[in-house]
T-cell receptor, first 114, second 113 residues
């Protein structure tokens, strides 16, 4: 069975500093990988996704993520954090060629300090 | 605008009562999903449907029921058998029955009186 681990429950970053949110997955074959963001009381918005090809994926709002097969990781990065980036971030994995369910991590809450 | 709508935004349930959460999409997506979100638990899959008149249980289906009579609609009923229904409920859809990007509605918060 596939699984996703987001090791950090909370992360605090100063505004303007760089950000890296960690995501490790467990799956026996090539996965589809996603990062979503959720503001309080809202639905989830897709930031970026990896299906195949270039392992460095660009997303919206200046985010990027790198798929590293050898480390089973798909970490999310942003070079300079803005106060509006404060939210909860979810990593998700799906099975290539499989039916359409995704497995989500438990999320990382990003706090941005002035 | 295409998207997913959920109603109501807030819902209150009395003890022993069944309540139904609405989810509608106009994206012409084939597959639809219901998730439950609790603090620190991430998203847990309740039910999903890949085609009209068919649906499958997810990881936490007990105490819930669904129907899929129309492609656009996937209502979730929280029955009295669900003893801890207080949570944030999210509906999502995706274009095909294969893995793809899931698009989410704004959610319904269910509270027990």
């Amino acid at each position: 069975a596939q699984s996703v681990t987001q090791p950090d429950i909370h992360i605090t970053v100063s505004e303007g500093a760089s950000l890296e949110l960690r995501c490790n997955y467990s799956y026996g074959a090539t996965p589809y990988l996603f990062w979503y963001v959720q503001s309080p009381g809202q639905g989830l918005q897709l930031l970026l996704k990896y299906f195949s090809g270039d392992t460095l994926v660009q997303g919206i709002k200046g985010f990027e993520a790198e798929f590293k097969r050898s480390q089973s990781s798909f970490n999310l990065r942003k070079p300079s954090v803005h106060w509006s980036d404060a939210a909860e971030y979810f990593c998700a994995v799906g099975a290539v060629g499989g039916y359409s369910t995704l497995t989500f991590g438990k999320g990382t809450m990003l706090l941005v300090s002035p | 605008d295409g998207g997913i709508t959920q109603s109501p935004k807030y819902l209150f349930r009395k003890e022993g009562q069944n309540v139904t959460l609405s989810c509608e999409q106009n994206l012409n997506h084939d597959a639809m999903y219901w998730y439950r979100q609790d603090p620190g638990q991430g998203l847990r899959l309740i039910y999903y449907s890949q085609i009209v008149n068919d649906f499958q249980k997810g990881d936490i289906a007990e105490g819930y029921s669904v129907s899929r009579e129309k492609k656009e609609s996937f209502p979730l009923t929280v029955t009295s058998a669900q003893k801890n229904p207080t949570a944030f409920y999210l509906c999502a859809s995706t274009q095909t029955d294969r893995v793809g990007t899931q698009y989410f509605g704004p959610g319904t918060r269910l509270l027990v009186l």
